[in-house]
């Protein structure tokens, strides 16, 4: 790797941080070993500033630049948010129905919902109008949705990791 700039974060395709770089883990660093990167970071993703401060946590997470784009809300340095799991309520879920139709026919390809039906397939009959005592479905066909659990909220990924360069060259300021 080139001569990286301190606090330079890269995403790295490996298990571990090469020499000269630390993982972004959230780990507590010495700010006396690590002056250079401490006065870059501070304390904005933890630490007392007195002896530790903190790296980057950025397990399972996916990286922002801080500030406001339009129509958006405000970011700062070091903020985390969202969460790995979401509890939808009724009144965040759109109006729809789980409806299922029988037919005492075949299956039919002009029919405007196919995959919500219950039809006779091969001679063995799914469905009879005649039966006078029914049966209901076994339970574990029909099973309870919602019941207000948590559902996973993460979008598509790769496993990567991200790495800080630990020294190389300072950045200038201007």
């Known amino acids: ?17 090469p020499k000269g770089w630390a993982l972004c883990n959230g780990q507590l660093m010495p700010i006396s070993q690590n002056t250079a ?6 304390t904005f993703y933890g630490g007392d500033g007195k002896s530790t401060f903190a790296l980057p946590n950025l397990q399972g997470s996916v990286p922002m630049h801080q500030g406001q784009g339009p129509g958006l809300s405000e970011r700062f340095l070091g903020e985390q948010s969202g969460s790995d799991t979401t509890t ?18 075949g299956a039919d390809d ?26 209901p ?9 919602g019941a207000s659990f948590p559902h996973n909220n993460l979008q598509p990924y790769l496993v990567l990791t991200f790495i800080i360069a630990m020294q190389g060259v300072f950045p200038p300021r201007q």
């Open 110 to 135: 002009n029919d405007p919902a196919p995959d919500r039906q219950l039809t006779i397939a091969q001679g063995a009959g799914v469905y009879n109008p005649t039966i006078t005592s029914p049966t």
């Open 1 to 17: 790797m080139t001569d990286p700039f301190v606090a330079e974060i890269r995403i790295f395709a490996g298990n571990f941080a």
């Open 88 to 105: 939808l309520i009724t009144t965040e879920m759109p109006v729809h129905t789980h409806t299922l139709m029988a037919s005492s026919t």
């Open 37 to 42: 990167l401490f006065s870059l970071l501070g």
């Open 137 to 145: 479905l076994n339970v574990q066909a029909l099973s309870i949705s």
